[in-house]
C-alpha cells in the first residue's frame, strides 16, 4: 500500500481549505508533480486515487496490476531482443502521433475505450462519491481521476495537470468536445495537442510545471525568485571554470541575475535519478566508475538517487564497495534515499540546491531545467519521453549522454567550453519555472469568484 495510506478523506481541515489533489503512486511522476501541489490541500494531504483508505478491493486490484505490469515492462525492457519486443507492443498504448501535419486526432483509441469500459462497471465510483462530499476543486496528476470523477458527475470543478513536454491521445476523455475536464498545460506544445486532441480552447490553461516553492522563492520574475537565482549563480561558477560562457554572455547573466558570487559554495556536483521502477540503477554505477578518478581528486561529487526503493539504495552501497570508493560515502559519493515518497521528495529538493547537472531518463523531471538544471539525457523510456527529449534539446537545456566509458572526458570538455552553463541558462529563461504559482493562482480565483 502507499505510503500515503494514512490520508483520511473525511478529516477535517485545519488550514485553508482550496482544493483536493490526486495522484497516483505508478512510479514518481505524478506523485512528484502533486507534491509541489499538496499546500493547496485539505490539512496538506495528497490522496492516492489508487490507494486511499478503504478503497474497494476490486479497484484496488485493477490499479494494482496495471501498475505490477508497467513495472515489469520498464525492467524487461533490458533483456535483449525480446524485451524490446515486448516494450514497443505496449509503447503502442501510449504512442503519441506525429504532430504535422494538423488534423483531427480527437478519435479515441483502443486504450482509452478500455479505461472507459471499467468506468461503466463502476472503477473509481467510490473514490468520487466519498470525495464528492465536500464540493472542492479536484486537481489530479493522472488522466484516469479526471474521467472518473467527469464520469460519476463530481459537483466541483475538475482540472488535470499534464506532466510530459507532449502527451497521447489517453489524456483526453473519449468524448473531448462534451467534456468539462479542465489542463493545466506545461508548454505550449501541450496546449495545440490538447486542441487537436478535440479539448475546447476555453478548458486549456498554459500553467507550466509545477516545481517546488521551495526551490524557487517569491514568484515575481524581476524582483522574486530569490532562491532560484542565487543556486544559480553558484551553479554556474562550477558550470562554466574557464569563464567561457560568462565573458560572452555577460549582459545576460547581469540582467537576469545581477552577477555571480565571487566563488562556488560547493564542488562540482552531478546527480543521477532512477526512475521509479528501479530499471537504470547499473547504468548509475557504470558512472560512478568512469568518473572515480575525479571522484578521488576532489574534482566531482556524484549523488545517487534511489528515491524509495530500497533494493536500489543496497545496490548502490554494494556497487560503490565493489569499485573501492566507499570510504567517498557521505563525501564525494552521496546516496538520496528515503523510506517514504514525501521525505524522499523534501530531500531530493534540498539536494536540488547544491546540484548543478541533472543526468536522468527524460521524465517529469525535465521541467526541472525551469530550476537553471542543464540535463544529460539517459536513453529514454517509451513514446513521451522521447518527445521530452526532443523537447529538452529544441531548447537548448539538455545533451544526449554520450559513451560512459569515457564520461570523464566529455563532460570535463563541455564544462570547459561553457555549454553546461549555457544549458543552465537555456532552461532558467526558456522553460517556465512559475506553475505552482499559476494553478495556486487559478484555485484561488475561482474560491473568491464563489465566494
Known amino acids: 500500500m502507499s505510503s500515503r495510506k494514512k490520508s483520511n478523506l473525511k478529516k477535517k481541515n485545519t488550514g485553508p481549505e482550496k482544493a483536493w489533489i490526486l ?4 512510479g514518481y511522476g505524478h506523485q512528484r508533480t502533486s507534491f509541489c501541489l499538496k499546500h493547496l490541500a485539505p490539512g496538506g494531504k495528497v490522496i492516492s486515487g489508487n490507494d486511499y483508505p478503504d478503497i474497494p478491493r476490486k479497484d484496488y486490484r485493477i490499479w494494482h496490476n496495471s501498475r505490477v505490469f508497467y513495472e515489469f515492462v520498464s525492467r524487461f525492457k533490458r533483456v535483449p531482443l525480446i524485451g524490446e519486443f515486448v516494450f514497443f507492443l505496449f509503447d503502442k498504448t501510449q504512442k503519441i502521433p506525429l504532430f504535422y ?13 478500455q479505461v472507459y469500459n471499467l468506468l461503466q462497471k463502476g472503477w473509481g465510483e467510490d473514490l468520487i ?10 486537481i489530479t496528476t493522472f488522466f ?6 467527469e464520469f460519476f458527475n463530481y459537483p466541483g470543478e475538475i482540472y488535470c495537470v499534464v506532466c510530459d513536454a ?3 491521445r489517453s489524456w483526453v476523455p473519449l468524448k473531448p468536445q462534451e467534456s468539462r475536464i479542465q489542463y493545466f498545460a506545461p508548454n505550449k506544445r501541450v496546449v495545440e495537442r490538447l486542441k487537436l486532441y478535440g479539448v475546447k480552447k476555453k478548458n486549456i490553461f498554459l500553467s507550466g510545471y509545477p516545481l517546488p516553492k521551495e526551490n524557487i522563492g517569491l514568484p515575481d520574475p524581476k524582483k522574486g525568485m530569490e532562491i532560484l537565482k542565487k543556486d544559480l549563480g553558484y551553479r554556474l561558477l562550477n558550470l562554466d571554470p574557464q569563464g567561457n560562457y560568462q565573458e560572452h554572455y555577460h549582459s545576460l547573466i547581469k540582467s537576469y541575475l545581477g552577477g555571480l558570487p565571487k566563488q562556488p559554495d560547493h564542488i562540482l556536483t552531478v546527480a543521477f535519478a532512477v526512475g521509479g521502477a528501479g530499471a537504470q540503477k547499473e547504468l548509475a554505477i557504470k558512472i560512478v566508475d568512469s568518473l572515480s578518478r575525479k571522484i578521488r581528486e576532489d574534482r566531482i561529487k556524484i549523488i545517487l538517487i ?4 530500497k533494493e536500489v539504495r543496497d545496490y548502490f552501497l554494494e556497487s560503490i564497495d565493489q569499485t573501492g570508493l566507499k570510504s567517498y560515502l ?3 559519493i552521496e546516496i538520496v534515499w528515503e523510506k517514504e515518497m514525501d521525505d524522499y521528495f523534501q530531500a531530493f529538493n534540498r539536494a536540488l540546491r547544491k546540484i548543478d547537472i541533472l543526468w536522468s531518463k527524460p521524465s517529469e523531471l525535465s521541467f526541472y531545467t525551469g530550476l537553471g538544471l542543464p540535463l544529460i539525457i539517459a536513453p529514454p523510456v517509451g513514446s513521451q519521453e522521447d518527445f521530452n527529449k526532443r523537447w529538452l534539446t529544441e531548447l537548448g537545456a539538455a545533451i544526449k549522454q554520450k559513451s560512459i566509458s569515457y564520461a570523464e572526458e566529455w563532460l570535463f570538455d563541455l564544462l570547459d567550453q561553457g555549454w553546461f552553463a549555457e544549458a543552465a541558462m537555456q532552461g532558467f529563461i526558456e522553460a517556465d519555472n512559475l506553475g505552482t504559482f499559476r494553478i495556486e493562482k487559478k484555485i484561488k480565483e475561482l474560491k473568491e469568484k464563489n465566494v
Open 23 to 26: 495522484d497516483v503512486n505508478m
Open 101 to 113: 501535419p494538423r488534423r483531427d486526432l480527437s478519435q479515441p483509441n483502443f486504450y482509452l475505450r
Open 129 to 138: 462519491k466519498k470525495l464528492g462530499k465536500r464540493k472542492l476543486p479536484l
Open 144 to 149: 484516469i481521476p479526471a474521467f472518473m470523477a
Open 166 to 168: 507532449d502527451i497521447s
Open 306 to 309: 534511489a528515491g524509495v526503493r
Open 330 to 332: 557521505g563525501r564525494n
